[in-house]
């Protein structure tokens, strides 16, 4: 019997009546001989509203207690899935994480999954024709819930297609990926297919598509993911294996990340025991720095970095902390600026795109901060007043 692993996001499940629609769907499926594993989301903003009621008691939760509490959105959803499919004549089964056997190492907040019991799933299919798991969450070694951070569902939806080798269907409020966002580029193009790699890129890069580490375990264990839009015949994208074709461009697509801060270290000397200690702090609390750039001169040591600006809470105690061992340090968060950046396989074999870039920057007068480059990508750091802007340029200059 063919089995399946379809993930819907928040905005596919925001609603009672979307669940309903979604529950049809799915017998009509199970009708036609499959069986299915169903990753959700929490309903709309549940997340969200949660993590703001928290907000409102403290500034400085525990991470456990918290973890606890934000897996109950998805809970919702999976029992309300499960209700209705029963109710129709589905036979249904909801499992959270813990119950799925989703076994996680790592920060209880940012966990990473570490094994899947695939022998559950078998056993369970006996008697249920689907199978609804709450996407984001797991367990650890002490058996306390965790969460896989954001965009966790869909490490969820890959990692169980991974376990049990067969696709993953990932659907959301967009018909597939494009090459840029269309609300910033309303002629962006929409891609049949995408590598595994350049969506890596783009997703590390901002595109907001899919969370970065459900596209590396499908590369890993070649999953394939379609990423199309809920109950919708619009054809969406497959991301898989790299595809041989005869002419390739060297821009597929461009991201823009809004949710980026800068931060500047300044200390009066060079200090290796600075350096190690602020890197090994950033490596505790599991925090991924981006762009590098040190400076050495007589005026001392000059550190700049960008980094999510989910992380800005944990960032200021680890300065905090580094500040009561080196008080003449000085650090600087910013939030004014933005990263855009161009992604293509082609890149590979073609020169003059990073003049291209340039040049377009020079003549629209975007000054940019910080470049960084890999070999199918190449990122830059601007104001944030110019990223729609430098974002338009670049799609226009590369046709996408």
């Not at 959700?40 to 456990?64: C, R, W, Y």
């Not at 891609?191 to 890069?205: F, G, K, N, R, T």
């Not at 109950?231 to 809004?258: N, P, Q, R």
Request: hydrophobic share 40%.
């Amino acid at each position: 019997m063919n089995r399946s692993v379809l993930k819907f996001g928040g905005t596919s499940v925001s609603s009672l009546e979307k669940i309903k629609d979604i529950a049809n769907y799915l017998k009509g499926r199970v009708e036609q001989g499959e069986q299915l594993i169903i990753v959700v989301s929490a309903m709309g903003k549940t997340t969200d509203d949660l993590m703001a009621s928290v907000n409102s008691i403290t500034t400085s939760p525990n991470d456990q207690d918290l973890a606890l509490l934000l897996t109950t959105g998805e809970q919702q959803t999976i029992s309300y899935l499960s209700i209705i499919l029963n109710d129709i004549g589905v036979k249904s089964k909801p499992l959270t994480g813990y119950q799925a056997g989703i076994e996680t190492v790592g920060h209880h907040l940012k966990s990473k999954i570490s094994k899947i019991n695939s022998t559950l799933f078998d056993q369970l299919f006996e008697t249920y024709n689907v199978l609804i798991v709450a996407g984001f969450q797991g367990f650890n070694t002490d058996n306390e819930i965790t969460t896989l951070g954001r965009g966790g569902s869909d490490t969820t939806a890959v990692a169980l297609a991974a376990a049990h080798e067969c696709p993953c269907e990932i659907y959301t409020d967009v018909t597939g990926v494009y090459s840029t966002d269309p609300r910033i580029y309303p002629e962006a193009k929409m891609l049949d297919e995408v590598s595994y790699e350049e969506m890596m890129e783009m997703s590390a890069l901002g595109s907001g598509v899919l969370v970065t580490r459900s596209v590396e375990i499908a590369m890993n264990y070649n999953i394939p993911i379609y990423l199309g839009k809920t109950l919708s015949d619009v054809k969406g994208t497959w991301v898989m294996a790299k595809t041989e074709m005869l002419e390739k461009k060297a821009v597929t697509g461009v991201a823009l990340d809004k949710d980026m801060i800068h931060v500047t270290l300044n200390y009066p000397n060079y200090d290796t025991g600075l350096l190690d200690q602020a890197f090994l702090n950033l490596e505790q609390e599991e925090i991924n720095v981006d762009m590098i750039s040190q400076i050495t001169n007589n005026e001392g040591l000059q550190l700049s970095f960008t980094m999510k600006d989910t992380e800005e809470h944990q960032l200021q105690k680890i300065f905090l902390r580094l500040k009561e061992n080196y008080p003449d340090l000085y650090f600087k968060i910013e939030n004014q600026f933005v990263k855009v950046s161009v992604i293509g396989s082609g890149m590979r074999d073609m020169t003059g795109v990073a003049s291209n870039v340039f040049r377009t920057f020079i003549k629209a007068d975007i000054p940019f901060h910080q470049v960084t480059t890999s070999e199918i990508s190449i990122s830059y750091v601007v104001d944030a007043h110019n990223g729609k802007k430098a974002a338009h340029l670049l799609c226009e200059r590369f046709e996408l």
